[in-house]
């Protein structure tokens, strides 16, 4: 195995060409499933995901339904097909080892999915058995990301049932990447002071969400407003869910409202933010709903229902969001 990092162009080209060549061939034999769908899999699987629909676990309600029988959650795909625990030699495939070893010694070594879309073709009823074949779609050139320089490799998996049937396909991406090369890494060799923390990552804005952000610079807490009907919404939209209209304005919320829901972050931890972060579900005395984050309370302090307030946090010159404070309650 060759451990070399490419680094002159000519070098690059001839790694990029390598990779290339793997584009379209396919991971080994099709890989089965241990077990086919079955009811007692997914009757754990749906508890331990907190789905109560009655087609995957109550065999009358299931037969009521268009399915005519029992079937397993679109999503519980992956499942059927898992390698298990301890993986056999064969699990893996020839093309698959050698892609990894290409790039882990140029020095790619780090790992990160960044993409995963599934599409369904048939239901996965009891009794169907899957099996797998994973395809090389693409290998891109060598790209420059926040985690650090590396390539992203696609597959597309294909889930056919016993009969050779298309179940479902998957398309899976991950980023196989140059440990320390990332945006954060580089930062912190040229900075002085390595200490110096990220910018908080900047939020997506649309021309449907502006206004919020634009209100929060102005220390102002706005929801959107259907001017037709008067329905308030969030998180913004286009049109009015209840008569459809386009037209809209906004209110400025009192900043009084409780916690609907919360949770505690503890892992990945992203250098912009201090753990354990809590992150709210803020239910507006308007009625509208939205998620920030808390201030002057620790995570364990927090429960559903405590009365907050809005406040907003200058995070820096461009960016400041709101965030809620609880207020203490005088009996
Ligand atoms: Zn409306």
Not at 3 to 9: G, I, Y
Not at 53 to 58: A, F, L, S, T
Request: aromatic share 8%; net charge negative.
């Amino acid at each position: 195995m060759t451990t070399t990092t490419p680094t002159t162009e000519d070098e690059k080209a001839a790694f990029l060409a390598k990779l290339k060549a793997y584009e379209g061939r396919t991971y080994g034999p099709p890989m089965r499933g241990p077990d086919p769908v079955n009811q007692a899999m997914i009757r754990h699987w749906v508890e331990a995901i907190g789905d109560e629909n009655p087609v995957y676990v109550d065999p009358d309600a299931a037969a009521r339904s268009v399915h005519g029988g029992i079937v397993a959650p679109p999503v519980s795909l992956q499942a059927w097909v898992m390698r298990g625990f301890r993986p056999a030699a064969s699990a893996t495939s020839d093309v698959q080892d050698e892609i990894m070893s290409l790039l882990n010694g140029a020095g790619f070594t780090s790992v990160v999915a960044t993409n995963c879309e599934q599409e369904y073709f048939k239901e996965l009823h009891v009794g169907t058995h899957l099996s797998t074949t994973t395809t090389v779609e693409s290998i891109s050139e060598e790209k420059a990301t926040g985690l650090g320089v590396g390539h992203f490799l696609t597959t597309l998996v294909r889930y056919t049932d016993e009969h050779d049937d298309l179940v479902a396909t998957m398309r899976f991406r991950i980023l196989k990447f140059k440990p320390g090369t990332g945006r954060s890494a580089t930062q912190a060799k040229t900075d002085a002071e390595p200490a110096t923390r990220p910018p908080r990552p900047r939020p997506a804005v649309t021309q449907d969400n502006a206004f919020f952000f634009e209100g929060a610079q102005q220390h102002k807490l706005l929801i959107q407003r259907c001017s037709s009907c008067g329905r308030l919404r969030h998180p913004p939209g286009p049109a009015c869910p209840s008569c459809r209209s386009y037209d809209w304005d906004t209110v400025e919320a009192s900043g009084k409202a409780t916690v609907y829901s919360f949770v505690v972050n503890h892992y990945p931890q992203v250098p912009s933010f201090d753990y354990p972060l809590a992150v709210g579900l803020f239910e507006l005395e308007e009625g509208t709903r939205l998620v920030a984050n808390f201030v002057g309370v620790e995570p364990d302090a927090i429960e559903v229902g405590m009365p907050v307030q809005v406040e907003f946090v200058e995070h820096d010159a461009e960016l400041t969001l709101p965030a809620f404070r609880p207020v203490q309650v005088t009996a």
